[in-house]
């Protein structure tokens, strides 16, 4: 899909396939999270991306309207680097207009930060 992102890496976890329509949604985030990629120069895990609705219902506190039921979100890592500091760069690259304005949540706790590509403004 990109230069260091494979679909694989977007797949729900309970192994169903992939909607076209979510399909062309990853491939827009991945293009986003290349970004990043590039702009930190170091690997991005993805641990979670596209959810189907099923395997959404059975994550813990997640929305029944969420981005990863899209296509849209994905929860990452990045060694060496904290959620706060992921964070803080997403932030600065999408004000220096780099990457696209969304959704972006800071999960310090559990280690990951969540990015998505929703067309509008959102965080926690």
């Known amino acids: 899909m990109t230069k260091?992102?494979?679909?694989?890496?977007?797949?729900?976890s309970c192994g169903c396939d992939m909607p076209q329509n979510?399909?062309?949604?990853?491939?827009?985030?991945a293009g986003q999270l290349q970004i990043l990629r590039d702009y930190i120069d170091r690997p991005i895990k993805i641990n979670s991306g596209y959810r189907c609705p099923e395997?959404?219902?059975?994550?813990p506190n997640s929305s029944k309207y969420s981005?990863?039921?899209?296509?849209?979100?994905?929860d990452i890592v990045v060694?060496?680097?904290k959620p706060?500091?992921?964070?803080a760069i997403i932030e600065d690259l999408?004000?220096?207009?780099a990457m696209l304005q969304g959704g972006l949540g800071l999960y310090e706790k559990n280690g990951f930060v969540?990015?998505?590509?929703r067309k509008k403004k959102a965080r926690w």
Do not use: P, R, W
């Open 4 to 12: 260091n992102f494979k679909l694989e890496e977007f797949n729900c």
């Open 22 to 29: 979510v399909f062309s949604n990853v491939v827009k985030l």
């Open 55 to 59: 395997y959404n219902a059975t994550i």
């Open 67 to 74: 981005q990863h039921q899209y296509g849209k979100a994905a």
């Open 79 to 81: 060694n060496g680097l």
């Open 84 to 87: 706060t500091e992921v964070y």
């Open 94 to 97: 999408i004000d220096m207009g």
């Open 114 to 117: 969540h990015y998505d590509i």
